[in-house]
């Protein structure tokens, strides 16, 4: 059964930080692209960030560009979303899912699939 499983989030104050990781059962995650979306109560899910199958591609929403860093570790099967400088928005459940790398451009939910359970973060004072 493939399964991804999100963890790391949690409360912090603002312009703190969080690093969230993606791990994968069931498969391994070499041969994929692989985002981080999120998704405010009341909003629609959003694509965050994305990283190509070797990790050389990276993607990021203009919400996050110069707070939030992409990285995979294909040894261990995982990819992390380093979240700093975080800012009330930035509240969510963040959650991974595979894709492709050209899927990776558009961040669009619709072309990812295998979804974790999510992993909520809250930015609050």
């Known amino acids: 059964q493939l399964q991804l499983v999100e963890s790391g989030g949690g409360l912090v104050q603002p312009g703190g930080s969080l690093r969230l990781s993606c791990a994968a059962s069931?498969?391994?995650?070499?041969?994929?692209?692989i985002g981080w979306f999120r998704q405010a109560p009341g909003k629609e899910r959003e694509g965050v960030s994305c990283?190509?199958?070797?990790?050389?591609?990276?993607r990021y929403a203009d919400a996050v560009k110069g707070r939030f860093t992409i990285s995979r570790e294909n040894a261990k099967n995982t990819v992390s979303l380093q979240m700093n400088n975080l800012k009330p928005e930035d509240t969510a459940v963040y959650y991974c899912a595979v894709g492709r790398w050209r899927d990776c451009l558009s961040l669009s939910t619709a072309y990812f699939n295998s979804w974790g359970q999510g992993t909520q973060v809250t930015v609050s004072s």
């Open positions: 069931g498969f391994t995650l070499d041969s994929s692209a």
């Open positions: 990283i190509s199958s070797g990790g050389v591609g990276t």
